[in-house]
């Protein structure tokens, strides 16, 4: 797997050093380099990227504030001397944060965990069904069949277009097993299929003749991922 790459690092040696580590790894392809947020921002906004290693202190827009502005959907490494910014990093769900200065081991270990997630994720893109425990069997269920899925209680009915499953399956078990582009998360008790959606106005989606709400934990990331889609 070649993994898509930008540097973004207003100091010239550590720019020097993370560039140097980038080119001893064939299968990371550097695509450009930045030395300030602004810059690498706009770049991202027309630019597929797989990988941003991002320093955190820079002058007219910190690593922070890119990751806050940008809605980045790139795994992200942060490189920075200052430990106290990697709870924010965290918060923000950066894969790893690199401490400089940092050794090549270090490096490589922070982009195999790329490399890892990466896997992951196109193996779960290429999903088009999941198997759901319902009773006392396992029903396999086609994720483009899928119109929504409820929360009753202690169970979750999912509607399909042609049925209705039950299952104590909870909502982070099909978060984890469904790409969030494909059935998404909009209510404590709903998750939509995207595909599936009729209409949206304000706070509330329909799907042929259902009325879903949204609510405000999930507003802002569906209408990010709509967005997006669009």
Known sequence: MLISCIIVEDEPLAMKRTKSYVLKLPFL????????????LVYLKSNKVDLIFLDINMGEMSGIQLLEAGKIKSHVIIITAYQEYALKGYELSVTDYLMKPYTFERFVQAVERVQGNLSKEEATNDKDFIFVKTEYRLEKVLLNEILYIE?????????????RIMTLQTFKEFEQQIPQNIICRVHKSYMVSLNKIDSVERDRIKIKDTIIPISETYKKPFFELIHHNS
């Open 29 to 40: 392809n550097l695509l450009s380099t930045f030395n300030n947020g602004m810059d690498a």
């Open 151 to 163: 929360g009753m209680g202690d169970y979750r009915r999912i509607h399909t277009t042609d049925k």
